[in-house]
């Protein structure tokens, strides 16, 4: 019985781990989709930069740094941004940093204000809801 086990054990030995998968990318367009965060950047990182012109983004927001190190990335690379469904909150840093930035007919941006404690704004009443919506 114990042989068996050990058979069987061997049998479900785990797989080793190929790293992140790239982004999608059709016709130089690589589609960044979901929450922002650093596993999307990984995702972006292991994406080939050859033929890739621009970044199309698809996302309710998420976490700040990681979304300000994709926007870095982008203006790096020189990569145009666009919007064809929702890019809200920290996905609006990675648009704005696009060399080209193109809203689709169906986009929408949404915009709000955040602070980080060394830089604070100024005392308000705190919202959820962008403060800000352009788009369709």
């Known amino acids: 019985a114990l042989d068996q086990a050990a058979r069987q054990t ?10 992140p998968q790239p982004l999608e990318v059709r016709n130089g367009v690589a589609y960044l989709t979901g929450d922002i965060g650093y596993d999307l950047l990984a995702r972006f990182e292991a994406t080939p930069a050859t ?15 990681a979304a300000r190190a994709l926007a870095q990335r982008v203006l790096a ?10 890019c809200y909150s920290a996905c609006t840093l990675i648009f704005m940093a696009g060399a080209h930035r193109d809203l ?12 980080l404690k060394a830089y604070p ?16």
Do not use: M, N
């Open 121 to 136: 704004l100024r005392k308000r009443k705190r919202s959820t809801a962008p403060s800000c919506a352009i788009g369709a």
């Open 77 to 86: 690379r020189g990569l145009s941004t666009q919007v064809t469904k929702r």
């Open 104 to 115: 689709g007919p169906e986009g929408t941006l949404g915009f709000h204000g955040y602070s």
């Open 10 to 19: 061997t049998a479900l030995a785990p797989i080793a781990y190929a790293g």
């Open 51 to 65: 033929g890739v012109s621009a970044v199309d983004l698809d996302s309710a927001g998420g976490q700040v740094f």
